[in-house]
């Protein structure tokens, strides 16, 4: 079983940085490729960054792009999302997606919402104007 735990949200202004934090809990954190998506009030979930069980290949969304990295420290089982120039609009509950990436999807970097199996519940960014 894998469980997924986000951490690092909270209240910023905008222009200010934030790091989130997403702890993989269960065996074999590194057959995981990874991704970040986000919900905003009223909004269907979208998109935000992913990287691959490889690390070394990288997607954002391009509302994102310039602004957010994505990154993980294996020894650690976790994965982060550095927000950096947040904007209100920036604001939403961030999800944490994991999916086992093994054979040929080593170094492929997953986009969408339904290629991933494992959750996240949730950490909260809020931006203000």
């Known amino acids: 079983q894998v469980h997924l735990v986000e951490s690092g949200g909270g209240l910023v202004q905008a222009g200010d940085s934030l790091r989130l934090s997403c702890v993989v809990l269960?065996?074999?954190?590194?057959?995981?490729?990874m991704g970040w998506f986000r919900q905003a009030p009223g909004k269907e979930r979208e998109f935000v960054a992913a990287?691959?069980?490889?690390?070394?290949?990288?997607s954002y969304a391009d509302s994102v792009k310039g602004r957010f990295t994505i990154s993980r420290d294996n020894a650690k089982n976790t994965v982060y999302l550095q927000m950096s120039r947040l904007k209100f609009e920036d604001t939403a509950a961030y999800y944490c997606?994991?999916?086992?990436?093994?054979?040929?999807?080593?170094?492929?970097?997953?986009?969408?919402?339904?290629?991933?199996?494992?959750w996240g519940q949730g950490t909260q960014v809020t931006v203000s104007s």
């Open positions: 997606a994991a999916v086992a990436a093994l054979g040929d999807y080593y170094g492929r970097a997953f986009g969408l919402e339904n290629e991933y199996r494992y």
């Open positions: 269960g065996p074999t954190f590194t057959n995981y490729a």
């Open positions: 990287l691959s069980r490889s690390g070394s290949t990288t």
